[in-house]
């Protein structure tokens, strides 16, 4: 595990914001390698003297795969120009017609990832690697059709846990998020749900679907879990962040929820793009002792842009604007 700084940039003199983008956004173009048409809603970890990530790499037919890249400050990543190969994990059957939307998580001894896999629809597909080079396929998860799968990056009563939002085949126009256990990252079950939509009239940023966003956060007060919020607008889907707060034994309980948004598409580069108007977070860098983390997020399906935030304000919003 890398002990490299987070990447951070002070909150803007006339900003009141809880959390800020970075000045400098987007840090990774949508045209970063030669294939790529859209790279975004990616996830990033540290990693030896540095970081490491996994990366949506839509390329120019716009078929969906997933990227390995490197970075020694989190903002300015290399790219691997080809796909990840996986061998064989915990199973022989490593079929894949597509890859997107990953999330990287470190447990115990490897880095485990999970992504949107394409099997007769979509699923939870799960790999791991120790050093981002050689990678190993498991079994899916779950069955077609589901998003979002966000591991726990602790054992949960001894059991591997993973969020998740079962959906359709097609732009779910629904979604909650659940959460599932496994003993051993193969077979999962002890499926229960976790959040629900909020109702419109509440909340409405968040009244379409809901999903996971980044590896949750332990903290004093519980599991800090960023996730994105869909409102269906006269101009389609409306992607944005918010937060919540689970129990740190019992994850399925939600301690607190915001009723605010944290981000919400504004700026430029999350306003324009192949899907305008989405934020959609992905992974965080962050440290619980200096109370800073920086969000990763895919601006209008098309380019990677970070924000940050005080951990310690942002578990305070979260509490003081519950639903």
């Known amino acids: 595990m890398s002990t490299t700084q987070i990447p951070w940039q002070d909150r803007p003199a006339n900003s009141t914001d809880v959390m800020w983008r970075y000045d400098a956004n987007p840090i990774i173009d949508r045209y970063a390698i030669p294939s790529s048409n859209s790279i975004f809603n990616s996830a990033v970890v540290p990693f030896e003297d540095g970081y490491a990530g996994v990366f949506r790499c839509d390329n120019k037919a716009v078929q969906m795969n997933i990227f390995a890249g490197f970075s020694k400050d989190g903002i300015d990543w290399e790219i691997n120009h080809d796909p990840i190969e996986f061998g064989a994990g915990n199973t022989e059957m490593i079929e894949s017609d597509y890859k997107y939307d990953p999330r990287v998580c470190f447990i115990e001894d490897r880095y485990w990832i999970t992504w949107c896999n394409g099997y007769h629809g979509p699923t939870i597909g799960i790999g791991y690697t120790f050093d981002f080079k050689e990678f190993f396929q498991c079994e899916n998860a779950f069955l077609p059709f589901n998003r979002n799968g966000v591991l726990l990056p602790q054992k949960i ?71 994105h919020g869909v409102i269906n607008t006269c101009n389609g889907f409306r992607y944005s962040v918010g937060a919540a707060i689970l129990d740190k034994d019992s994850p399925d309980k939600v301690l607190y929820r915001s009723q605010p948004y944290l981000l919400a598409p504004a700026a430029p580069y999350e306003l324009v793009g192949d899907v305008p108007n989405v934020l959609f977070p992905c992974a965080t860098l962050h440290s619980v002792e200096e109370d800073k983390v920086a969000l990763y997020y895919g601006a209008a399906d098309t380019v990677t842009s970070v924000a940050f935030g005080k951990l310690s304000e942002i578990i305070d919003f979260v509490k003081n604007n519950s639903l």
């Open 157 to 227: 009563d001894g059991k591997y846990a993973m969020l998740s939002r079962p959906s359709d085949n097609g732009h779910t126009p629904f979604g909650d998020i659940y959460i599932s256990y496994s003993p051993d990252m193969k077979y999962w079950g002890e499926h229960r749900c976790v959040m629900k939509v909020a109702p419109f009239t509440d909340s409405a940023w968040q009244c379409t679907k809901i999903g996971a966003g980044p590896v949750p956060i332990l903290t004093d007060e519980g599991w800090l879990l960023f996730y």
